[in-house]
């Protein structure tokens, strides 16, 4: 582990005080996706995962050692693209819809390049529709919560039933695209190394180590290299995505190794811009009606404080960042003890009860020895949903600023889509939209000055949408956080459009 630094010690008192004043006024929600507030600053692995009604018997995929023969096994048997994959043999209810033969669905483990022995894990499944679909990849975030989230709970071919039994999903991304789940940073979800050296603390880790999977999963994989390339996730991922992006694009500027056919980036309720984002806390709140005038007013002196604690972390700080982080994230909280007991995720829900996010199924599913041996993951390694260890160590990286590598991208016509159900507070669609407003490129002017339209499906207003050229920022309606979860048709269109350069064309209605 990275030694402590001094400034983390003066810290605590200020945490103490967060804690006191913010009470048990509100229980949290049993969540979701990522993201979670700083109260995981202050709390233990163990208190947090139980809030996610998720949990794993280990915080962190860091395996001590290799006494157990089922890790020889793995090493044994990696290949030269470093790559170890199987075809799924798993029972899934109902009708695939497939118009492809013999499905390629894979599950694998990638040793990552240039480190010191840490093995992603990941999931391929082929599009049921056509082989030469795009090629998509999808990132949870958390950060450190796993991408099997998003597999079995928003756009996965397939979801868990509560007998625990797999059920084709109709409004998987596999219907339209050849879809990729990794489980990253290095010790989420079934990912694993034996050395703590190998956990990471800022994007630049972050996008080496998917840089290096994408090459060696088109080595594995020649059939797929010239299709069209798309990075999508969410939350979180608003860091990874475009920084991932940019590290692509990088490699293949450089001919690194295989060129990537990268052709956009799609970022769903993303924290990517903070110094904008979490000054438009108080202002979602208040157009919810989450809080008063005079709570709008008083919660608002904090801002100034918050801005310039951003200004320092900038793109590169380290503790400068930390501290940002606790001073901001009391905007926040704040809200959220005036709030009371909202899911926020999703401010239409309260949560307790069947309301609230439950991905127990998931993670009961993921622990059967069955299906660990039908995944290929060694029997010693143990499901991590969300990992507290990840998070802490990413901590760092929170305040940065990752929209500044993204005009460069969008010059050279790489397309960033940037989507955000209407009622997800803690990465609102506010936020988003001023940042992406915000932004300086060549095209920023006619993107401001872009009309809205409808984004139709079924006949319905589904969003508003905005684009100029390579940029599209679309605004979900009826959902939260998790947009692919709460409106699947609605998401498989989105993707489906997009990745075909259509989304603009706002009648084009090809689904459901
Ligand atoms: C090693 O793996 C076997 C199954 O292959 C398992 O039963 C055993 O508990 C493991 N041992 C340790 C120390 O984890
Ligand atoms: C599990 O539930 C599904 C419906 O959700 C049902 O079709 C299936 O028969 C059930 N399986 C068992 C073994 O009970
Ligand atoms: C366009 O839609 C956004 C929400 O996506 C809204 O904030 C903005 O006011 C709208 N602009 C106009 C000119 O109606």
Request: some cysteine; charged content about 20%; proline content about 4%.
């Amino acid at each position: 582990m990275r030694a402590v630094p001094p400034q983390i010690l003066y810290l605590v008192p200020l945490l103490l005080l967060v804690f006191i004043s913010s009470s048990c006024a509100r229980t949290s929600p049993s969540l979701v996706s990522p993201f979670h507030h700083s109260k995981s600053l202050r709390k233990t692995g163990h208190q947090l995962i139980k809030e996610l009604n998720l949990h794993p018997h280990l915080d962190i995929n860091i395996v001590k050692s290799y006494t157990n023969s089922s890790y020889l096994d793995h090493e044994v048997k990696v290949t030269q693209s470093g790559i170890v994959e199987k075809q799924l043999s798993l029972q899934v209810l109902g009708d695939s819809g497939a118009t492809v033969h013999d499905l390629a669905q894979h599950a694998g483990y990638y040793k990552i390049e240039h480190t010191v022995d840490a093995r992603m894990f990941y999931f391929f499944f082929e599009s049921r529709s056509a082989k030469t679909d795009p090629v998509v990849i999808w990132l949870t975030g958390g950060p450190g919560c796993s991408s099997e989230l998003a597999l079995f709970y928003e756009n996965g071919p397939f979801k868990v039933t509560n007998n625990l039994s797999l059920i084709w999903n109709d409004y998987g991304w596999d219907k339209v695209s050849n879809l990729i789940y990794v489980d990253q940073p290095t010790g989420t979800g079934f990912s694993y190394s034996s050395s703590d050296e190998d956990i990471r603390h800022d994007e630049t880790g972050v996008s080496n180590d998917l840089y290096f999977f994408l090459q060696a999963f088109f080595k594995a994989h020649p059939d797929y290299v010239n299709n069209d390339f798309f990075i999508t996730g969410e939350s979180y991922a608003g860091h990874y995505i475009p920084a991932f992006a940019a590290r692509v694009n990088q490699g293949n500027k450089n001919k690194e190794g295989i060129h990537i056919n990268l052709k956009g980036f799609g970022i769903g309720n993303g924290l990517t811009d903070p110094a904008i984002q979490y000054k438009a806390y108080t202002d979602f709140a208040l157009a919810n009606d989450l809080i008063s005038q005079s709570d709008y007013s008083q919660i608002n002196q904090q801002i100034p404080d918050c801005e310039s604690a951003i200004k320092a972390c900038g793109t590169t700080g380290t503790t400068s960042c930390e501290m940002a982080l606790y001073t901001c994230q009391q905007i926040f909280e704040d809200i959220l003890d005036i709030a009371g007991n909202i899911n926020y995720y999703d401010i239409r829900k309260q949560c307790q009860g069947s309301l609230c996010y439950d991905f127990s199924n998931m993670e009961d599913f993921l622990t059967q020895s069955s299906v660990k041996t039908a995944l290929g993951v060694p029997s010693d390694i143990d499901f991590v949903s969300c990992s507290d260890t990840v998070h802490q160590a990413m901590l760092d990286d929170w305040m940065r600023d990752l929209e500044v590598g993204i005009p460069a991208l969008l010059e050279q016509g790489i397309e960033m889509l940037i989507y955000a159900g209407e009622y997800d507070l803690i990465c609102n669609w506010v936020g988003n939209s001023r940042w992406v407003n915000a932004m300086a490129w060549s095209g920023q002017k006619n993107f401001v000055a872009a009309t809205n339209v409808s984004f139709v499906v079924g006949g319905k207003e589904a969003g508003v949408l905005k684009n100029y050229g390579p940029l599209t920022f679309l605004k979900v309606h009826d959902a939260g956080h998790m947009v692919p979860m709460d409106q699947p048709i609605a998401a498989l269109q989105m993707l489906q459009l997009w990745t075909t350069g259509k989304l603009t064309k706002k009648d084009t209605i090809i689904l459901p």
